[in-house]
């Protein structure tokens, strides 16, 4: 679900807190722990002494179901694990991109820091520019939307929509080629999944 680090500094917290004999570790607890040293005094400036601004951040996603979050997350990876496999076979897909994956750029940081690859994953289309835009805007289970993170699955086609004004040397400079998709993989069966991507991509 987390980084190792990440779970390290959490758990390490609630260790001092039990230690000192509080009684429940407050959202100020954590997220003092979680700023580091180098760029805490930059947060708390900017968001005040108390980090009111991060706290009620944190308060909304706590209260929308912080309980199934690591159900949830097994389901994301799982099924963008294997997505990922079929999609690197597809006839229509030129490349997949995914932490974690042979060949990755990242491939050595995210094996160190990152359980599993977690539920985004990136792919490049043939066809160039149009294509990857249809694909993005008929698919019927994956929604056409730049969020991430969602239990349902989320397409978007950076190059005609996020980063469409960016200029598009810089964009294929950081990856994002003109038949780039980013997918948030969702909740929903895989073999369901497959499917909706399969007619999408086959056009």
């Known amino acids: 679900m987390l980084t190792r680090e990440l779970q390290h500094t959490i758990h390490r917290t609630f260790d001092e807190a039990l230690q000192r004999r509080h009684e429940y570790v407050t959202l100020e607890h954590l997220l003092y722990a979680l700023i580091d040293e180098k760029t805490g005094s930059d947060v708390i400036q900017n968001c005040g002494g108390n980090i009111i601004a991060l706290k009620h951040e944190l308060e909304q996603f706590l209260t929308q179901g912080i309980e199934t979050l690591p159900v949830r997350m097994e389901r994301h990876c799982s099924n963008a694990e294997k997505l990922v496999d079929w999609l690197a076979e597809h006839p229509m897909v030129e490349g997949v991109v995914y932490p974690g994956r042979e060949g990755h750029p990242t491939e050595e940081n995210a094996c160190r820091y990152l359980r599993r690859g977690g539920g985004m994953l990136g792919l490049y289309v043939k066809g160039g520019f149009e294509a990857a835009k249809r694909v993005a ?61 399969d007619r999408a991509l086959r056009g």
Do not use: W
């Open 137 to 197: 805007t008929i698919t019927q289970i994956f929604s056409h939307a730049a969020n991430m993170g969602d239990c349902k699955s989320l397409i978007i086609h950076p190059a005609s929509t996020t980063h469409s004004p960016v200029d598009p040397a810089v964009r294929r400079s950081i990856g994002i080629a003109d038949n780039y998709l980013r997918l948030s993989v969702g909740l929903e069966h895989v073999d369901d999944l497959k499917d909706d991507l």
